[in-house]
């Protein structure tokens, strides 16, 4: 454990210097948990006077007494999804930057010559990976929850969260997705010969995410609680395959020899 | 310290490293050397328990290759043919990072590492960045960070690559002063001069070993001899007389110097010398030079 601490010490020093990983990050972070959800929440009551909006909302809430509640459970709704995007993100940019970075230095070689395990060099790449994902993600299902709160309760007298859909996404759903595209990004990265191509392959892991925000928006369903349970429990069960799989890929002699070198 | 038996990797149909056997005695410089291709960094990469052999066995200090890899690698270091440095961190923060691995105790880390830094001439620049650093800078830190750990067993491929003319002196220098250490030393390298003069043992590798003895032997065991004689006089006086030894080949001649090779010395330089002094030649020399490793490298290779 100390020697994969020693990794993450390190890493996460170079990562804060790199400008290029968190910037994007911080962009979204405070587009989809303070701007956009701010915005929206004041506008509500404009928002709901447009009657295609109103009968849209009716369609997933039902004839509701308070069209501004169900419109803010509505953009609750969307911007769960939004901010998952966020433990899917930046994995896929850290991981591969971390691993295939090492080959391109040839720090790699060096680094497998210590007595490190191969084990605790995984799990010094994996807390690289997860831990300021979970950091920035959990700060941002807080921040929307400040954000959202505060200005509806000014609107309209509300405070919509935390919710139950909020608690599964904070604290279930973005760990596990973090550790998912974690584990496919260390996969790929370990089979890539450069930092493009693992980055390139990472960003299309996420594509599920953005399928799930296209059919919320066009209203082709609406995510539940039973629907992030459901996502909950099958991402769950394939973690452990996946870890396994990372494991056995991760290898000395496959990352060395199935690599050429410059 | 190092003991190899049957060693064989491929790489799908390709033999890399074809069957070897050799052993390596502590505090010795076991020179390892052939052309590129030859399996070099591959056994390398063997002994250093980064990829499993094929077949065969390696036994480091006790220890299976296969079995205690952590163990192994706690006692050894290692400079690649490429050695690459953490470029965004400082010269110090890269040697103490990877000694951070070896579980030495902080103290000593900080000792090692002023060592080093101080013996490579890097101390100026401990807290510089990696990436501000010349080639030569790189390569001293990364011999820098091959010892800093004080292993018992080295591992340098092409350690003075790179390096100017000074700097790869007191590189030799040092590698040489390690056996004083008790440190064994693995030594890849190109270099035939440089393995000449370090390496008690060599060892000539072309996917199978094609040579392992001490310099002294391989220039005893070579068939042809190269012979030099220095005449008081100018020497193309005496090449028709020289010709007449079908045996003698190569003959070169230069102002008083007569060179030449040719097998069975020990038979022939009597009668040469007589034929020569008989027919009026004064001799100032008469000298078996030595083969260079160069020279029985190249005729081994070509073999």
Redesign the interface.
């Known amino acids: 454990m100390k020697k994969a601490l020693k990794i993450f010490r390190k890493e996460i020093k170079e990562i804060i210097k790199n400008r290029s990983i968190w910037l994007p990050i911080l962009a979204v972070s405070f587009l989809f948990s303070i701007a956009f959800p701010a915005i929206l929440t004041i506008a509500v009551e404009d928002i709901v006077k447009d009657p295609d909006t109103a009968g849209f909302i009716a369609k997933f809430f039902g004839a509701s007494t308070n069209v501004y509640e169900s419109m803010i459970q509505f953009m609750i709704k969307q911007f769960i999804i939004f901010l998952l995007l966020i433990p899917a993100m930046l994995p896929s940019l850290i991981a591969p930057a971390s691993i295939v970075l090492e080959k391109e230095s040839n720090t790699l070689e060096p680094l497998l010559a210590t007595p490190i395990k191969t084990s605790e060099l995984l799990l010094g790449k994996t807390l690289t990976s997860m831990v300021p994902s979970l950091v920035i993600s959990t700060t941002n299902f807080i921040l929307i929850t400040i954000v959202v709160d505060v200005f509806a309760y000014i609107k309209i007298g509300i405070t919509p969260l935390p919710t139950w859909e909020w608690v599964i996404a904070a604290f279930i759903l973005s760990p596990v997705i973090s550790f998912i595209i974690t584990m496919i990004s260390i996969i790929v990265s370990s089979k890539s010969t450069d930092i493009r191509s693992a980055q390139g392959i990472g960003a299309v892991i996420i594509f599920p995410i953005y399928a799930i925000i296209g059919f919320q928006i066009a209203g082709f369903f609406m995510l539940n609680i039973k629907y992030l349970l459901v996502g909950c429990l099958v991402l769950v069960a394939i973690c452990p395959l996946l870890l396994k799989l990372a494991i056995k890929v991760f290898d000395r002699e496959n990352i060395l020899t199935k690599w050429k070198m410059k | 310290m190092i003991h190899v038996e049957n060693l064989t990797k491929k790489?799908g149909n390709i033999i890399a490293v074809d069957n070897i056997s050799f052993n390596v005695e502590e505090s010795k410089i076991f020179g390892f050397l052939g052309p590129n291709g030859a399996g070099k960094t591959t056994t390398l990469?063997m002994l250093?328990?980064?990829?499993?052999p094929t077949n065969g066995h390696i036994v480091i200090n006790g220890h299976d290759c296969k079995k205690d890899g952590?163990?192994i690698?706690?006692i050894?270091g290692?400079l690649?043919e490429?050695?690459?440095?953490?470029?965004?961190?400082s010269a110090y923060?890269n040697l103490n990072?990877?000694s951070?691995?070896?579980?030495i105790d902080e103290q000593k880390r900080k000792v090692n590492i002023e060592r080093f830094l101080k013996m490579f001439d890097l101390w100026d620049r401990k807290d510089s960045l990696v990436s501000t650093f010349s080639k030569g800078m790189k390569q001293k830190l990364?011999l820098a960070?091959?010892l800093v750990h004080e292993p018992k067993i080295l591992f340098l491929d092409e350690p003075t690559a790179a390096l100017d003319p000074e700097s790869a002196h007191m590189v030799r220098t040092f590698i040489e002063s390690l056996k004083n250490e008790r440190t064994t030393v693995f030594l890849c390298t190109h270099n035939l001069e440089e393995a000449s003069n370090l390496s008690d043992i060599v060892c000539i590798i072309k996917s199978k070993i094609i040579k392992i003895s001490t310099l002294d032997e391989l220039q005893k065991n070579k068939k042809e001899k190269k012979i030099e004689i220095v005449f008081k006089e100018n020497a193309q006086k005496y090449i028709d007389l020289l010709k007449t030894f079908k045996e003698i080949a190569s003959l070169a001649l230069k102002e008083n110097k007569a060179v030449f090779t040719l097998e069975d010395p020990e038979i022939l330089n009597p009668k040469i010398i007589k034929l020569l002094v008989d027919n009026g030649s004064e001799i100032v020399y008469f000298n078996e030079i030595k083969a260079s490793l160069e020279e029985i490298y190249l005729d081994l290779i070509r073999e």
């Open positions: 790489f990469r250093s328990t980064l990829i499993q952590e163990y690698r706690s050894i290692l690649t490429t050695p690459g440095m953490y470029e965004k961190i923060e990072y990877f951070g691995f070896y579980g990364a960070r091959a």
